[in-house]
C-alpha cells in the first residue's frame, strides 16, 4: 500500500445515501465493507447536487442518444441545463480533489457509465451514458471508471481495481520531484505488468521514454501517462498473462532445478489451460523471487503485493 490515500469517487446512494428519486439507497456492501477498507470515498450525487428534491419525480433520457435530454418522465420538465450546469462546474471541482478512480450507479441517467436507456419516439435504446458520467469522462478520459453492476464481473472488478493502484503509484511518482532518471526507472518497476496489457504500448512508452531528452518534461510526462493508462485499460487475458509468466520464468535457468522447472511449467500450464488460477503460479514464481534475491523482479509492479482481502487473481 501507498502512504497517500486512495480516493475515489462514488455515486453517493452506493454508500448507503438516501438521495434516490424514491427516497432510498442502492448500497453496495462490496464497495463499503471491502474496498473500504483500502479506498477513501467521495460521495457524488448528481441529482441532490444539482438542487433537486429528495423525494422527486423520477426521470429519463431521451432523444439523440448523442445528446439525450433529462426529461421528467410524468410532468415533462427538461432538467437538461440544470444538470448540465452542475457537470460543469463539480468536475472542475473534482480536478483538485486527486481522485483515482470513480464508481458510478449503473443505468442511472445522470451517473450510468455504459448501456443507459435513452428514450426516442416511444423506444428505448440501451445506447446512451448519464450526464454526470459523460462529464468526468469527457474531463479526466484516463481516470479508472466503472459501474457497480460490473464489478460483479471478476475480471472487470480485477482490471479496474489494478488501474486504481496504478493511478495512485502514478500520482505518487509525479508528486516526487520527477525527472526523466525517475521515469526510466519508473517504466522498469511497471514493465511486466504494462506488459501483461498490452506489449505493443508497452513498447511505445519504452521508445519514448528512450528519446525522453528530446521533449519537454511536460510533455513527456503527459504522453507517458497517456499511453501507461491507456494499456492497463485492455483486458490482461489468459494468453498474455502465460506469455508474462514464462518471461519471468527465463530470469530462473540457472536457479532452478530439473525439477523445479518442470513443477513451475506444469503450473503455469495448469493456468493457461483454467484449472487454476493466476495467484496460483504467481506465488510459486514469488517463492523463486524471495529465494534467488531477484532485485529487478523484486521491484515489479507485477508481482508486488496486494491487499489479501481483495482477492485479486483468485479466478480461473
Not at 470513480?102 to 443505468?107: L, Y
Not at 469527457?138 to 471508471?145: E, K, N, T, V
Not at 521515469?183 to 511486466?192: G, M
Not at 504467481?282 to 508481482?303: C, I
Request: hydrophobic share 40%.
Amino acid at each position: 500500500m501507498t502512504a497517500a490515500p486512495i480516493k475515489i469517487g462514488v455515486s453517493s446512494c452506493l454508500l448507503g445515501e438516501k438521495v434516490r428519486y424514491d427516497g432510498g439507497h442502492k448500497h453496495d456492501s462490496y464497495i463499503t465493507d471491502l474496498l473500504g477498507r483500502f479506498f477513501t470515498f467521495l460521495p457524488v450525487c448528481p441529482e441532490a447536487g444539482c438542487g433537486m428534491p429528495v423525494p422527486r419525480e423520477a426521470m429519463r433520457l431521451e432523444g439523440d442518444p448523442e445528446n439525450p435530454r433529462l426529461m421528467t418522465r410524468s410532468s415533462r420538465i427538461d432538467k437538461t441545463e440544470q444538470m448540465l450546469r452542475y457537470c460543469r462546474e463539480k468536475v472542475e471541482e473534482l480536478a483538485g480533489e486527486d481522485l483515482c478512480g470513480f464508481i458510478f450507479k449503473k443505468g442511472s441517467p445522470s451517473s450510468g457509465l455504459f448501456r443507459v436507456k435513452v428514450y426516442r419516439d416511444g423506444m428505448a435504446s440501451k445506447s446512451g451514458r448519464g450526464l454526470f458520467a459523460a462529464a468526468v469522462a469527457a474531463r479526466f478520459p484516463l481516470l479508472p471508471m466503472e459501474e457497480e453492476g460490473r464489478l460483479n464481473d471478476s475480471v472487470l472488478r480485477e482490471n479496474f481495481i489494478e488501474r486504481v493502484f496504478s493511478c495512485r503509484r502514478w500520482k505518487d511518482f509525479l508528486g516526487q520531484a520527477p525527472d526523466l532518471g525517475g521515469l526510466v526507472q519508473f517504466h522498469t518497476r511497471e514493465k511486466l505488468l504494462v506488459m501483461s496489457h498490452s506489449v505493443q504500448l508497452y513498447r511505445e512508452m519504452g521508445a519514448l521514454v528512450a528519446r525522453g531528452k528530446e521533449l519537454p518534461w511536460p510533455e513527456l510526462a503527459q504522453r507517458y501517462e497517456e499511453l501507461f493508462m491507456r494499456a492497463l485499460q485492455l483486458q490482461a487475458t489468459v494468453k498474455k498473462q502465460t506469455n508474462v509468466l514464462m518471461h519471468i520464468m527465463g530470469y530462473f535457468k540457472k536457479e532452478l532445478s530439473p525439477e523445479e522447472k518442470q513443477e513451475l511449467l506444469a503450473v503455469i500450464g495448469e493456468y493457461h489451460d483454467g484449472l487454476v488460477p493466476l495467484v496460483v503460479p504467481m506465488t510459486l514464481l514469488k517463492h523463486y523471487v524471495r529465494r534467488s534475491r531477484q532485485q529487478y523482479l523484486e521491484q515489479q509492479s507485477y508481482l508486488s503485493a496486494r491487499p489479501a482481502e481483495l482477492m485479486l487473481r483468485n479466478h480461473a
